[in-house]
């Protein structure tokens, strides 16, 4: 039976539906990142029973990013096929999971530690593709995917800075700071998540612009991805190249910010990240605007270019002294999240919707997500161990030269692709008409194809 909360939202203004939705997934999403990101504000220098070639920080960054990138390949199963009302029980089960590593992380002398940041990495690589699945199939699936990708944007750099807060304030040792960090955010992860539970699934209006969402098979996931495998392969690599060069960023904020003289200010992290949440957020939302879905494709391919080129552009506009590094370091993180943000939410939900099969989005985000990690841990290796003569600013610098250049090649390859194709397509929908709920069953067939032009907005 529906509770009260759940049928005041089914029957609210759409504005204040967006509100509530929007504002828990952003909330969940931020605590998540309590229990992932903050280790990374610790500089971890000089560290007892530490002896090996491979940095102490970045042998963790590693052991937890190689989880995460084991939990996106998972996911690209266990996402697709989950049952909706099992979600919010997965998500408190697997941050839960991820705090008790966190604090065998404390526990456990170096090196045994670890492998601990490899088990906090499992569970927390599964969360974006469950709390992502009470956003997608909606009509305002873009401003609520873009609060939601604010949310990751914002949250590092937060909990980064109530972890620096944690042991220069309150003077938390370095190793416990990260499990002290997640409990602060126990309290939003567990109301966020309830009202998450609540919310409504699409109806028929929903279903009707956008086509059903359901649990996808095997089969009908490899019928997927081989219908669009060389515009699929293009973004995918672009994709591998955002996530390396973003985490690399966020993981070693701290060095980068020394580097560019700004090293011990907390507050920096937070300062340098708002007004890209702010940027990013506004851009992806501006997508809802669109109602054809091929159109849609079109112009979130425009956005992704824009964002490789806003990432180079400022960089060379920093190399030449035009802009401070504080405003780079805001133009380059805008870019990359003008990028990555598309990719990572409406892009796939965008594309389900104007190939008029029953599928959902999450599987196509793990399928990327698999490889853009595979990626990050890759970086991570060559920096150690090809590119350990370069400082952290000079890595980052030539990283954003090659991630702007090859990522607008590929885009540019991807966007061709989808036009192309979506013109050879034709007839294929844009958009498609849901039977009569009582009407409703797997097979595709029962979906009756519409022009956009007889869908009444």
Known sequence: MDSRFRRALSQAHPAVFTAVAG?????????????????????????????????????????????????????????????????????LTLIGTSWLALIAFALLPAPWNIIMLFFNGVPLGMIWGLVFGYM????????????????????????????TWLMQSAHVDRFWMPAATGALFIP??????????ELPPPDA??????????????????????????????????YVLLTAFRDFRDNFAAEIWTALGYGGQAAIFSASELPVAVIALIGMAMIIVVRDNRRALVV??????GGFALLGLSTLAFQMHLISPLVWMILAG???????????????????AASGRIANAGFLIYVADSFGYLGSVSLLLWRNFGQASLDWL??????????????????LFAATYFHRRSSKQGSTPSRVVAPPVSSMTSAPSVWKPISSSNVND
């Open 136 to 163: 997608e199939g909606r009509r305002v699936s873009e401003v609520l995917a873009s609060m939601l990708c604010a949310s990751f944007i914002l949250s590092s750099g937060v909990v980064k800075s109530v972890g």
């Open 394 to 411: 000079q890595f980052f610098t030539a990283g954003a030269y090659v991630t702007s250049i090859v990522g607008t090649v590929l885009t």
């Open 334 to 352: 805008s870019g990359l999240y003008i990028a990555y943000n598309p990719i990572n939410a409406v892009l796939f939900d965008r594309l389900v």
């Open 300 to 305: 979130i391919h425009a956005m992704i270019g």
């Open 205 to 238: 209006r929903d279903e009707a612009e956008r086509t059903r969402r359901a649990p996808m098979t095997k089969r009908e996931r490899q019928s997927f991805l081989s219908a669009y495998a060389p515009g699929l392969v293009a973004i995918v690599l672009a």
């Open 188 to 197: 939003l992860l567990l109301l966020s998540v309830w009202v998450l539970s």
């Open 23 to 91: 504002t828990a997934g952003f909330c969940a999403y931020f605590a998540m990142y309590a229990f992932r990101k903050p280790f990374t504000a610790a500089t971890f220098e000089q560290v007892p029973g530490w002896d090996f070639t491979l940095d102490y920080k970045i042998a963790l960054i590693v052991a937890q990013v190689a989880g995460y990138a084991l939990s996106k390949f998972i996911g690209v199963k266990v996402i697709s096929e989950i049952n909706p009302g099992q979600r919010a029980a997965a998500i």
